[in-house]
């Protein structure tokens, strides 16, 4: 069993940088790829960013690249969602997920393809 809890969330003005965490219980979460995904109001959830187990492989939509940075510190259990440059169209419920599968090269977008969620933080951000 896993949890994962999204903190960092916040009202934010275009242009600012928002830094969200998402920390993860159990021993064996160092052990899986993990992906931000994020849902705005009256939209699907969409992909918008993964890292692989090690850490090694980043993934990123199109909409969030070269502002948006993931990483994670696997002695804490922590991955990160460093956010820059934001845009109103960022605004959304930020979600982090779990792979399903331990030890991938990573990279998957559909969120078939993760088994725990956490909670959600809202990202707002005002023009």
């Known amino acids: 069993q896993v949890q994962l809890v999204e903190s960092g969330g916040g009202l934010v003005q275009a242009g600012d940088s928002l830094r969200l965490s998402c920390a993860a219980s159990?021993?064996?979460?160092?052990?899986?790829?993990m992906g931000w995904f994020r849902q705005a109001p009256g939209k699907e959830r969409e992909f918008v960013t993964s890292?692989?187990?090690?850490?090694?492989?980043?993934y990123y939509a199109d909409s969030v690249k070269d502002r948006f940075t993931i990483s994670r510190d696997n002695t804490n259990n922590t991955v990160y969602l460093q956010m820059t440059s934001l845009k109103p169209e960022d605004t959304a419920i930020y979600y982090c997920a779990k792979e399903r599968r331990a030890y991938t090269t990573g990279g998957y977008r559909s969120s078939k393809e993760y088994d725990y969620w956490g909670q959600g933080t809202q990202v707002t951000v005002s023009s």
């Open positions: 159990g021993r064996t979460a160092s052990s899986y790829g």
């Open positions: 890292i692989n187990w090690s850490g090694r492989n980043t």
